[in-house]
Protein backbone atom coordinates (compact mmCIF):
# COMPACT_ATOMS: atom_id res chain seq x y z
CA UNK A 1 0.00 0.00 0.00
CA UNK A 2 1.03 3.45 -0.60
CA UNK A 3 -1.53 4.91 1.59
CA UNK A 4 -2.78 8.18 -0.27
CA UNK A 5 -5.81 7.93 2.07
CA UNK A 6 -4.83 5.71 4.72
CA UNK A 7 -6.84 6.50 7.87
CA UNK A 8 -9.83 7.70 6.37
CA UNK A 9 -13.23 6.29 6.21
CA UNK A 10 -15.05 5.78 3.52
CA UNK A 11 -18.46 4.60 2.17
CA UNK A 12 -19.10 3.16 -1.55
CA UNK A 13 -22.24 2.14 -2.16
CA UNK A 14 -23.27 -0.23 -4.86
CA UNK A 15 -20.02 -2.17 -3.79
CA UNK A 16 -21.21 -5.89 -4.36
CA UNK A 17 -21.12 -6.82 -7.99
CA UNK A 18 -18.07 -7.91 -9.08
CA UNK A 19 -16.92 -6.88 -11.93
CA UNK A 20 -18.18 -3.62 -11.27
CA UNK A 21 -17.44 0.61 -10.57
CA UNK A 22 -18.14 0.38 -6.78
CA UNK A 23 -16.17 -3.04 -6.17
CA UNK A 24 -13.05 -1.57 -7.81
CA UNK A 25 -13.48 1.90 -5.81
CA UNK A 26 -13.86 -0.40 -2.58
CA UNK A 27 -10.53 -2.22 -3.71
CA UNK A 28 -8.48 0.74 -4.59
CA UNK A 29 -9.29 2.23 -1.73
CA UNK A 30 -8.74 -0.66 0.70
CA UNK A 31 -5.02 -1.19 -1.12
CA UNK A 32 -4.30 2.57 -0.47
CA UNK A 33 -5.41 1.93 3.52
CA UNK A 34 -8.53 3.17 4.29
CA UNK A 35 -11.26 1.68 5.87
CA UNK A 36 -13.91 0.64 3.53
CA UNK A 37 -17.94 0.53 4.20
CA UNK A 38 -19.44 -1.81 1.52
CA UNK A 39 -23.14 -1.46 0.94
CA UNK A 40 -25.54 -2.82 -1.31
CA UNK A 41 -28.81 -4.26 -1.58
CA UNK A 42 -27.34 -7.64 -2.19
CA UNK A 43 -26.02 -8.41 1.57
CA UNK A 44 -24.90 -11.76 0.57
CA UNK A 45 -22.60 -10.32 -2.70
CA UNK A 46 -21.47 -7.42 -0.04
CA UNK A 47 -20.37 -9.67 2.62
CA UNK A 48 -18.73 -11.51 -0.54
CA UNK A 49 -16.84 -8.92 -1.71
CA UNK A 50 -16.03 -7.53 1.62
CA UNK A 51 -14.37 -10.77 3.14
CA UNK A 52 -12.34 -11.09 -0.28
CA UNK A 53 -10.89 -7.48 0.36
CA UNK A 54 -10.18 -8.51 4.14
CA UNK A 55 -7.89 -11.45 2.77
CA UNK A 56 -6.09 -9.25 0.49
CA UNK A 57 -4.95 -7.14 3.66
CA UNK A 58 -7.45 -4.44 3.81
CA UNK A 59 -10.04 -3.58 6.22
CA UNK A 60 -13.66 -3.54 5.00
CA UNK A 61 -17.33 -4.04 6.56
CA UNK A 62 -20.30 -5.34 4.66
CA UNK A 63 -23.57 -3.56 4.77
CA UNK A 64 -27.35 -3.68 3.91
CA UNK A 65 -28.51 -0.46 2.41
CA UNK A 66 -31.59 -0.15 -0.11
CA UNK A 67 -30.36 3.23 -1.09
CA UNK A 68 -33.70 4.41 -2.08
CA UNK A 69 -34.41 3.95 1.81
CA UNK A 70 -33.91 6.95 4.11
CA UNK A 71 -34.43 4.56 6.93
CA UNK A 72 -31.26 2.46 5.63
CA UNK A 73 -28.94 5.58 4.87
CA UNK A 74 -29.84 6.41 8.67
CA UNK A 75 -29.10 2.97 9.97
CA UNK A 76 -25.64 2.87 7.98
CA UNK A 77 -24.15 6.37 8.93
CA UNK A 78 -25.70 5.67 12.44
CA UNK A 79 -23.05 2.34 12.19
CA UNK A 80 -20.33 4.19 10.40
CA UNK A 81 -20.30 6.71 13.25
CA UNK A 82 -20.33 3.75 16.63
CA UNK A 83 -17.98 1.76 14.72
CA UNK A 84 -15.27 4.68 13.16
CA UNK A 85 -16.41 7.53 14.59
CA UNK A 86 -16.15 9.58 11.29
CA UNK A 87 -16.57 9.61 7.06
CA UNK A 88 -14.26 10.93 5.13
CA UNK A 89 -15.22 9.62 1.77
CA UNK A 90 -18.95 8.86 0.29
CA UNK A 91 -19.03 7.58 -3.48
CA UNK A 92 -22.50 7.34 -4.39
CA UNK A 93 -21.81 4.64 -6.90
CA UNK A 94 -25.52 2.73 -6.69
CA UNK A 95 -27.11 2.15 -10.06
CA UNK A 96 -29.59 0.78 -12.20
CA UNK A 97 -30.07 0.95 -16.39
CA UNK A 98 -33.21 0.11 -17.61
CA UNK A 99 -33.14 1.16 -20.91
CA UNK A 100 -34.69 1.24 -24.16
CA UNK A 101 -36.68 3.15 -26.41
CA UNK A 102 -39.22 6.00 -24.90
CA UNK A 103 -42.06 4.18 -26.10
CA UNK A 104 -40.67 1.24 -24.06
CA UNK A 105 -40.35 2.96 -21.38
CA UNK A 106 -42.76 2.30 -17.92
CA UNK A 107 -43.55 4.41 -15.52
CA UNK A 108 -42.59 2.22 -13.09
CA UNK A 109 -38.79 1.77 -14.45
CA UNK A 110 -38.82 5.45 -15.34
CA UNK A 111 -39.16 5.94 -11.19
CA UNK A 112 -37.14 3.17 -10.43
CA UNK A 113 -33.93 4.67 -12.01
CA UNK A 114 -34.85 8.13 -10.37
CA UNK A 115 -35.01 6.67 -7.23
CA UNK A 116 -32.12 4.49 -7.40
CA UNK A 117 -29.75 6.67 -9.50
CA UNK A 118 -30.47 10.35 -8.29
CA UNK A 119 -32.80 10.48 -5.28
CA UNK A 120 -30.63 7.95 -3.29
CA UNK A 121 -27.44 10.43 -4.20
CA UNK A 122 -29.57 13.55 -2.64
CA UNK A 123 -30.07 10.78 0.60
CA UNK A 124 -26.31 10.58 0.80
CA UNK A 125 -24.92 13.87 -0.02
CA UNK A 126 -27.13 15.16 3.14
CA UNK A 127 -25.95 12.78 5.80
CA UNK A 128 -22.27 13.00 4.70
CA UNK A 129 -22.49 16.55 5.06
CA UNK A 130 -23.80 16.74 7.51
CA UNK A 131 -21.55 14.42 9.28
CA UNK A 132 -18.03 16.10 7.51
CA UNK A 133 -19.50 19.65 8.89
CA UNK A 134 -20.28 17.90 12.49
CA UNK A 135 -16.26 16.33 12.41
CA UNK A 136 -14.87 19.84 11.59
CA UNK A 137 -12.33 17.75 8.87
CA UNK A 138 -14.13 17.99 5.41
CA UNK A 139 -14.10 15.68 3.17
CA UNK A 140 -15.22 14.33 -0.74
CA UNK A 141 -18.17 13.17 -1.79
CA UNK A 142 -17.45 11.43 -5.15
CA UNK A 143 -21.20 11.25 -7.08
CA UNK A 144 -20.54 8.48 -10.04
CA UNK A 145 -22.94 10.04 -13.09
CA UNK A 146 -22.19 8.96 -16.86
CA UNK A 147 -21.87 10.58 -20.05
CA UNK A 148 -25.46 10.03 -20.20
CA UNK A 149 -25.61 13.12 -18.12
CA UNK A 150 -23.87 15.11 -20.28
CA UNK A 151 -25.07 14.19 -23.90
CA UNK A 152 -27.92 12.40 -25.17
CA UNK A 153 -27.76 8.77 -26.02
CA UNK A 154 -30.42 6.63 -27.47
CA UNK A 155 -32.56 4.72 -25.29
CA UNK A 156 -31.34 6.04 -22.16
CA UNK A 157 -34.24 8.55 -21.14
CA UNK A 158 -34.46 7.63 -17.68
CA UNK A 159 -31.28 7.14 -17.55
CA UNK A 160 -30.00 10.62 -18.32
CA UNK A 161 -32.53 12.55 -16.85
CA UNK A 162 -31.30 10.95 -13.56
CA UNK A 163 -28.15 11.27 -14.07
CA UNK A 164 -27.94 14.37 -15.44
CA UNK A 165 -29.60 15.36 -12.17
CA UNK A 166 -26.59 13.96 -10.33
CA UNK A 167 -24.20 16.39 -12.09
CA UNK A 168 -26.48 19.53 -11.02
CA UNK A 169 -27.05 17.95 -7.45
CA UNK A 170 -23.19 17.66 -7.08
CA UNK A 171 -22.31 21.13 -8.43
CA UNK A 172 -24.92 23.17 -6.23
CA UNK A 173 -23.54 20.94 -3.10
CA UNK A 174 -20.29 22.02 -3.65
CA UNK A 175 -20.72 25.25 -4.05
CA UNK A 176 -22.96 25.09 -0.81
CA UNK A 177 -20.15 23.33 1.03
CA UNK A 178 -16.59 24.80 -0.28
CA UNK A 179 -15.64 26.82 3.13
CA UNK A 180 -16.41 23.89 5.08
CA UNK A 181 -13.54 21.87 3.17
CA UNK A 182 -15.95 19.38 2.01
CA UNK A 183 -15.70 18.81 -2.02
CA UNK A 184 -17.86 17.48 -4.16
CA UNK A 185 -17.59 16.59 -7.59
CA UNK A 186 -19.13 14.12 -10.00
CA UNK A 187 -17.45 11.35 -12.71
CA UNK A 188 -19.00 10.52 -15.87
CA UNK A 189 -17.69 7.27 -17.00
CA UNK A 190 -18.53 6.28 -20.75
CA UNK A 191 -18.42 2.37 -21.72
CA UNK A 192 -17.08 0.38 -18.78
CA UNK A 193 -16.96 -3.41 -18.93
CA UNK A 194 -19.31 -4.02 -15.64
CA UNK A 195 -22.12 -6.05 -14.96
CA UNK A 196 -24.24 -3.18 -15.26
CA UNK A 197 -23.03 -2.31 -18.98
CA UNK A 198 -23.64 -6.30 -19.81
CA UNK A 199 -27.36 -5.83 -18.81
CA UNK A 200 -27.58 -2.51 -21.51
CA UNK A 201 -26.69 -4.68 -24.07
CA UNK A 202 -28.98 -7.15 -23.20
CA UNK A 203 -31.70 -4.10 -22.77
CA UNK A 204 -30.85 -1.58 -25.61
CA UNK A 205 -29.34 -3.95 -28.85
CA UNK A 206 -30.09 -1.78 -31.71
CA UNK A 207 -28.05 1.41 -30.26
CA UNK A 208 -25.12 -0.52 -28.84
CA UNK A 209 -22.70 -1.63 -31.74
CA UNK A 210 -23.07 1.78 -32.67
CA UNK A 211 -21.99 3.59 -29.96
CA UNK A 212 -19.51 1.29 -28.89
CA UNK A 213 -17.91 1.66 -32.59
CA UNK A 214 -17.56 5.86 -32.00
CA UNK A 215 -14.98 5.17 -28.92
CA UNK A 216 -11.45 6.92 -30.39
CA UNK A 217 -9.46 4.98 -27.82
CA UNK A 218 -10.74 1.72 -29.29
CA UNK A 219 -11.88 0.02 -26.31
CA UNK A 220 -13.97 -0.67 -23.32
CA UNK A 221 -13.36 1.29 -19.93
CA UNK A 222 -12.04 -1.52 -17.36
CA UNK A 223 -13.34 -0.68 -13.88
CA UNK A 224 -10.19 -0.26 -12.51
CA UNK A 225 -9.67 2.75 -14.52
CA UNK A 226 -12.84 4.48 -12.77
CA UNK A 227 -11.09 3.66 -9.36
CA UNK A 228 -8.33 5.01 -10.16
CA UNK A 229 -10.15 8.59 -10.92
CA UNK A 230 -12.21 8.43 -7.74
CA UNK A 231 -9.02 7.49 -5.90
CA UNK A 232 -7.52 10.61 -7.08
CA UNK A 233 -10.94 12.87 -6.20
CA UNK A 234 -11.10 11.31 -2.73
CA UNK A 235 -7.47 12.22 -1.68
CA UNK A 236 -5.57 15.19 -0.45
CA UNK A 237 -4.33 15.13 -4.17
CA UNK A 238 -7.63 16.93 -5.50
CA UNK A 239 -7.65 19.11 -2.96
CA UNK A 240 -8.45 21.87 -4.83
CA UNK A 241 -11.09 20.00 -6.93
CA UNK A 242 -15.50 20.79 -6.22
CA UNK A 243 -18.09 21.19 -7.96
CA UNK A 244 -16.19 20.06 -11.53
CA UNK A 245 -17.33 17.12 -13.63
CA UNK A 246 -14.83 14.33 -14.84
CA UNK A 247 -15.61 12.22 -17.63
CA UNK A 248 -13.39 8.89 -18.73
CA UNK A 249 -15.00 8.06 -21.72
CA UNK A 250 -11.73 6.79 -23.86
CA UNK A 251 -12.73 10.17 -25.86
CA UNK A 252 -16.10 9.23 -26.69
CA UNK A 253 -17.74 13.07 -26.10
CA UNK A 254 -14.84 14.80 -27.61
CA UNK A 255 -16.48 14.28 -30.60
Known sequence: MSGRIDGKVALVTGGASCPGLGYSIAERFAREGATVYISDIDEKGAKEASEKLNEAGGTTYALNHDVTSEADWDKVFNTISKQSGQLDILVN??????????????????????????????????????????????????????????????????????????????????????RQNIRVNSVHPGFIATNIQADAVRDNPDFYDEIAASIPNGRYGEPEDVANLVLFLASDEASYITGSELTIDGGMTAQ
Open 93 to 178: NAGVALLGPIEAQTTPNFNKQMDINSNSVYYGMQRAVEAMRKSGAGGSIVNISSVCGQIGVPGCLAYAAAKGAVKMMTKVVALETA
